[in-house]
């Protein structure tokens, strides 16, 4: 019976594909527009921070993330647009652009890069991707996704494998090097409801070589349809009131 | 009185005192060998730093957009008219265009920011890449867009030739322009600093990823550094909108490092041999001395006080040029011994920070030896002034009555 179930969802419908698949996760959490207020706790050998962050998206390239705890860190936001990304700090007072070259670094000293941020379509773009793997669990068909860059690609991994179940909930994402030795891995911890969608509720982020050492995001609440101003997208809506 | 006889009575004078006289020589001979050695060994390091410096993509002459060196970028770059190499003059031993923007390079693990140079493998024997060791492959041409990366960089970013890198920098619309480039192979330089500071790939490839056909420097290497001059001043023509500028003023340290040595090299030489210049003195006075019934019996009997004069100071230039033979002989010796380079890699690290290679070649100077001779005998007849001076005092009369 089983295996029956495996074999069938081993051939999936035909209009399950890789492509499909990596499209309706990145609408997931998206939608046109989008509202999340989240936490997020940073683990490192020694000492432990929870911040919290309120983040808006506008289609798959804007995005305005901006931090409302613990004060220290309150007011420092991030604003993507396009290719571009800019950050504030209120103790500067002023916006920086962030040279591009960031992007692959990390996030507020989290274990996110600003590419897992913003992981917009590169997937489509730059990737050869293929469903290896798709089992029956918990009442959802689970597929594995393989993605391998394409050779000229801006991506430094030698391949990323992607679990998703067939409402596109991202479970597990892991990246390798180029020996394909894992080197971080994304997890969900908890998947439920919020703002009328399922999606994963908590991910934690960790770094395969360094144990003890991960960033755990956890929404707290979401709209997905949100009425979003569009001018919330620019340097001026960056700093904030 | 004839010169013959003069210098057969100077000649015969040194013979009289053969151990005193052998003594001195050999001082002499033994501080114009040590000065020459260290002055090739300071010539020889000179060469070194010129040539690092000339090899680290300076070349002698460099072509550069105005702007270039205070703010490096493809927004910095010309375009070539072609035919431009008709203004090189003679004495260019190779040119190269080469795109040198920069750019921040991402492993799986690590990130670095990196110079990015965009080559014709083929012209580039004209820099260290044309000689350096090379692990994997070599760039197959312009059109190449595979990375070399330097071995400490490869290091640093934990990876190997054949793995995939990937590259930010600035194209020629301002935008940024990300992609991953494969490793064709890591080079190793004499210069440790090298090996982090640039990544090379092919020229055209490096154009097409910028969205350009510029280029943002011409480096030529010359013959020599005394046809720099008139290379650069002839280019400054063809080259209106550009700086033409010398490795003098893109390597200024490396450069002032090279005058300093020059300087050195004068100020060893006057401090060995103004000390000596005492010992001879010395010898000269008591040679006076002890001849002094002889001198005064030959002014009695109508010796000019010129002719004393000149007599003492053939002694005198007759050591000090048979020392300097010797002294330059024991040089040349030694020099043929060492001439294929010492071994330094023992002190390697602090050599490197100083821009100078493991393998020290000390170089022969043949303007150096003509001064070191010439200046001896200068410093011989100028020292042989008191010791002349006493000789013509002598008074025939006291001197007799002795």
């Known amino acids: 019976m089983l295996i029956a179930a495996a074999g069938t969802a081993a051939r999936p419908a035909a209009e399950v594909t890789a492509q499909s698949l990596i499209e309706g996760a990145l609408d997931l959490t998206r939608g046109q527009a989008s509202y999340t207020e989240m936490t997020m706790t940073i683990q490192r050998p020694g000492w432990k921070r929870t911040l919290s962050l309120t983040a808006w998206t506008q289609g798959r390239e804007d995005a305005l993330i901006r931090f409302t705890a613990p004060p220290k860190d309150a007011g420092t936001a991030t604003l993507k647009k396009g290719e571009r990304m800019w950050t504030y700090a209120p103790k500067i007072g002023r916006e920086i652009r962030l040279p591009s070259s960031m992007m692959s670094q990390q996030w507020a000293g989290s274990d996110f890069s600003y590419n897992d941020l913003s992981r917009t379509d590169k997937y489509l773009r730059y990737y050869d991707f293929e469903i290896v793997h798709a089992e029956e669990r918990d009442g959802h068909t689970v597929y594995t996704l393989d993605l391998i860059p394409h050779d000229d690609a801006p991506v430094v991994w030698g391949k990323e494998t992607l679990v998703l179940r067939d409402d596109y909930v991202t479970l597990s994402q892991t990246f390798y090097d180029q020996e394909l030795e894992p080197v971080k891995r994304m997890e969900t911890l908890e998947v439920g409801d919020l703002g009328g969608r399922t999606i994963a509720m908590a991910m934690r982020m960790q770094s395969v070589e360094k144990a003890g050492s991960w960033t755990e995001i956890r929404y707290l609440a979401a709209d997905f349809d949100a009425d979003v101003d569009a001018t919330l997208f620019t340097t001026f809506a960056l700093r904030g009131r | ?402």
């Open chain 2, 1 to 402: 009185m004839p010169v013959g006889m003069l210098l057969q009575l100077s000649w015969r004078n040194i013979w009289r005192h053969r151990r005193r006289n052998a003594i001195l020589l050999s001082a002499i001979a033994i501080a114009v060998a040590g000065v020459m050695l260290l002055n090739t060994m300071m010539r020889g390091m000179q060469q070194d730093l010129m040539n690092t410096a000339i090899e680290n993509l300076t070349g002698h002459v460099k072509v550069l957009d105005p702007g270039y060196l205070d703010d490096p970028g493809i927004e910095r770059g010309f375009e070539v008219a072609d035919g431009w190499q008709s203004a090189l003059p003679d004495h260019v031993r190779g040119w190269a265009m080469r795109i040198r923007v920069p750019a921040v390079v991402t492993s799986e693990r690590e990130t670095r920011g990196i110079q990015l140079v965009g080559v014709d493998p083929a012209r580039e024997s004209i820099s260290f890449l044309g000689d350096a060791a090379v692990s994997g492959q070599r760039l197959s041409g312009p059109g190449d867009s595979r990375l070399l990366i330097g071995g400490l960089l490869a290091e640093a970013l934990d990876t190997a030739a054949g793995r995939r890198l990937v590259l930010v920098t600035q194209g020629a619309d301002g935008r940024t322009r990300e992609a991953g480039f494969r490793i064709a192979g890591v080079y190793r330089a004499e210069i440790a600093g090298l090996e982090k500071a640039f990544v090379f790939t092919g020229l055209g490839a490096l154009q097409r990823l910028l969205g350009t056909d510029e280029i943002t420097e011409i480096s030529i290497r010359l013959d020599g550094d005394e046809f720099e001059a008139a290379t650069t001043a002839g280019l400054a023509g063809s080259f209106r909108d550009q700086d033409v500028m010398s490795w003098r003023q893109l390597e200024p340290q490396a450069a002032s490092m090279v005058e300093v040595s020059d300087i050195t090299i004068y100020i060893l030489f006057v401090i060995v041999m103004g000390a000596l210049t005492f010992g001879l003195v010395n010898t000269l006075v008591t040679a006076v001395m002890e001849r002094l019934r002889e001198l005064g019996m030959l002014r009695a009997i109508g010796m000019r006080p010129r002719v004393v004069v000149a007599q003492v100071v053939v002694e005198s230039s007759a050591i000090m040029a048979m020392g300097v033979t010797t002294g330059l002989t024991m040089a040349a010796g030694i020099f043929a011994l060492v001439a294929d380079g010492i071994d330094l890699t023992a002190f390697d690290d602090s050599l490197a920070s100083f821009g100078m290679r493991p393998t020290f070649v000390p170089v022969f100077d043949f303007r150096d030896v003509v001064l070191v001779a010439v200046l001896s005998l200068i410093l011989g007849a100028i020292s042989s002034f008191y010791p002349a001076r006493r000789a013509v005092k002598i008074k025939p009369l006291e001197a007799l009555r002795r």
